[in-house]
């Protein structure tokens, strides 16, 4: 017969927060984004980051083959790895 009991639990089940962010929304942050696509839909392990820090005025600073670059937030930067 089979026995359906449930055990008791050890630790609680708890939520692990969301960790992706709006970049508009998180002003003075690092950001870091694939460099193609975005975490929840294209991400793989060896696929290149694309790093940024914003401002408190909506602004993100960049590095690429530029160098460093100041632009307005785009909307790729709204699934980001935020701190």
């Not at 026995?3 to 630790?11: D, K």
């Not at 609680?12 to 969301?18: E, L, S």
């Amino acid at each position: 017969m089979l026995n359906c009991q449930i055990p008791s639990l050890i630790i609680p089940p708890f939520r692990i927060p969301y960790p992706f962010r709006d970049a508009a929304k998180e002003p003075n942050s690092i950001v870091i984004k694939p460099t193609y696509g975005d975490f929840l839909n294209n991400y793989r392990n060896s696929s290149d980051l694309h790093i940024g820090v914003t401002d408190s005025t909506g602004f993100i600073y960049e590095y690429d083959v530029n160098g460093v670059v100041k632009g307005k937030i785009k909307p790729g930067f709204s699934v980001f790895l935020s701190r």
